[in-house]
């Protein structure tokens, strides 16, 4: 995708800067595997990490609210409202700017984006950045901060009101990075078992001839060895050793090495790393009917919200200005959750209902139905009137005595007296 960043043109050209990065650059692997950003999300269980906290964070619904009289309400006459719940600009859908930008925040620490001001000085568009082509600079003398972004191998610095940051956890540090070593043990032992497999599920071995060969001779031996029994294609075929020749195993099988049970073990290893429950990554070992529930729940107020949280910061932080950030602020509709799970939602809705915190149109909203005419009941608020405090039965039933009417619950209010 290109993107036609017209009003680029202002930035101001940065070759050199002495600021302090806030980024982690020097961290050291010895695993040897080269674990970087990009090779890390090859991996299968960190990529459904990643996903299972950037699908659901980009594809709730955030919208901005405005503070009421009465309560609240949405602010779509905002113009940062239409770029958060339907397009940042208008190369992008909301979902896929946000979950660009949490990617970036969860693999790399930060997210950013560009915030394009009209002549005017309201939104007018946010644009991602490249997160590895932008870092973050603190100036603690000055108490400022300044980012540098480099495009086409030219670097600009913006300001600080000119960038949106989502920044992920232990201060916007590289998950990845700072687990090199764990995720380069997982990465490890999946090349092992690629290579393990690839030669035909056979551990390597010596081949042992009672004379001595010449150079020619054991080169030529090598290749037709390699040719007869390297490979997939030649697993399981029959070696016949001539003159004397021995095969010796010099590496451990799969199963004396414990191969399942560190592939296993590193499939908890980065569900901690990014705080998701194992059955978010397909490890199901574990997992048990009773205990997913459960276990969902977690997620939604452990690794989601606290997502969630620096999403609404952020935005009042960086794109609301002045008093707005006391008129204004953004919130996800988590109940977009339950869509899927029918019942649950309709359950929740018959205790609103039933309690008086919701009326049909106000449940009919969520569900994105047409209302209910006023007339026929449909902002009315009701109660389940089932139970009621003792002194209000006792006071009905004296009302029907002065009246002359029998109390239905008998003559002192209780409907098993005679």
Known sequence: MRFNFRFWEKRQAAVTYNGNSSTFADITQTTGTGITERTAVQQTAVSAAIRAIAEPISSLPLVLYKRVKDGRGRAEEHPLYSLLHDTPNELMSAMEFREWITVDAITRGMGFAEIEWDAAGQLKALWPLRAENTTEYYDEQKRTIEYVTFINGVGYKLPAYRV?????????????????????????TESYGNKFFTNGARPSGVLEHPGSLTDESATRLKASW??????????????????????????????????LET????????ARIFRVPPHKIADLDKATFSNIEHQSMEFLTDSLQPWMIRWEQAITMRLLVGKERQKYYAEHLVEALLRSDTKARYESYQI???????????????????????????????VNT???????LLKGGEENVKNGTPNPNGPDGNPNSE
């Open 263 to 270: 592939r296993k073990f590193q499939l908890g290893e980065i």
């Open 352 to 382: 609103a209902r039933q309690n008086g915190w919701m009326s049909p149109n106000d449940i009919l909203r969520k569900e994105n139905q047409n209302p209910i005419p006023v007339e026929q009941g449909g902002d009315t608020y009701m």
């Open 164 to 188: 949106f940051v989502i920044k992920g956890p232990l201060g916007g540090k590289s998950l990845i990075r700072l687990h090199a070593e764990a995720l380069g043990l997982a990465k490890a």
């Open 386 to 392: 089932a139970m009621q405090p003792v002194s209000v």
């Open 226 to 259: 390699h040719a007869a029994h390297g490979g997939l294609e030649n697993a399981h075929r029959v070696a016949i050793l001539e003159e004397g020749m021995k095969y010796h195993q010099i590496s451990f099988p799969p199963e004396d090495a414990q191969f």
